[in-house]
């Protein structure tokens, strides 16, 4: 299981839509693919891609409801696990409690080839702790002076307390190739200068307009309109992501929620 995380500085640079239209365009190639909504303050997967979801898991976390419960269907055969403000409850779980949910992933769901983090924006612990978790994190920016300014204060803080080392770029709402490797750029020259990191270029995504009428027909950019310019350059995205795919993969989705219930509840300083 190869597990990725979607992030960014700030909310806004259209994270959630990125972390969408990839895991669809992903089980588009053939790939079995779960999409965690980790956005806990404003989750919002099931409404982009217009979902209904019941249980949460939350639901898991309190033992009412099984995993294969939760987990919704979404377009292209994508599973989506919905958020929920349970999960900050992990923190606080007994041993027994954690054997469970451990046990409850382990058992419940096979692992799929890709798992996809949704997670929330900014840089609270909870972002941090599904972020730790992941093999490969993806960080979205736009070309605003506030997105890259988060954007490395995310990384800054992930490399200094979490020990994230390695970073994957993506430019959103670009009006050229040229600008989003600008865009890039001008945020390597700076962490290369400050922060011990390594980044990696996924690609732009131009503004589209096709993408704000698949948002407002709740549906998944790369289904609807597969064939517009963002819809291209996620595919494209998606497919550097996984031409490793099993490079480092996970053994499966328990050890992933291990590596959650490992991580500090407070960083380290």
Do not use: W
């Not at 959630?16 to 669809?24: H, K, Q, R, S, Y």
């Not at 999409?35 to 009412?64: C, E, K, M, Q, Y």
């Not at 349970?86 to 890709?114: C, K, M």
């Amino acid at each position: 299981m190869h597990v990725i995380a979607v992030t960014g500085g700030k909310g806004g640079v259209g994270k959630t839509n990125i972390a969408v239209n990839l895991g669809v365009s992903m089980s588009r190639e053939g790939l079995d693919v779960i999409l965690l909504d980790a956005d806990l303050g404003l989750a919002n997967v099931d409404v982009i891609l217009g979902v209904s979801v019941g249980p949460t898991l939350a639901d898991v976390v309190a033992g009412t409801h099984q995993l294969s419960e939760v987990i919704a269907e979404g377009p292209e055969g994508l599973r989506i696990v919905p958020a929920s403000s349970g999960v900050t409850r992990l923190a606080s779980l007994d041993q027994t409690e954690q054997n469970n949910l451990v046990r409850s992933f382990s058992e419940q769901i096979e692992a799929p080839d890709v798992l996809i983090v949704d997670t929330g924006a900014g840089i609270d612990t909870t972002v941090q702790t599904f972020v730790s978790a992941c093999k490969t994190v993806v960080v979205v920016v736009c070309d605003e002076p506030a997105s890259l300014t988060d954007a490395y204060a995310l990384m800054k803080v992930l490399r200094n307390d979490r020990g994230v080392r390695r970073f994957e770029i993506l430019t959103n709402q670009i009006d050229s190739a040229a600008q989003g490797r600008k865009v890039y750029e001008r945020l390597s020259t700076v962490t290369d200068k400050y922060l011990d990191v390594d980044l990696g270029y996924l690609g732009g995504v131009p503004s589209d307009a096709y993408l704000r009428r698949a948002v407002q027909e709740r549906a998944a950019l790369v289904s609807l309109y597969p064939r517009s310019p963002a819809a291209v350059a996620i595919r494209d995205a998606g497919r550097r992501l996984t031409s490793n795919i099993y490079d480092g993969a996970v053994p499966g989705m328990g050890f992933f929620v291990e590596q959650l219930l490992r991580q500090p509840s407070e960083p380290k300083h």
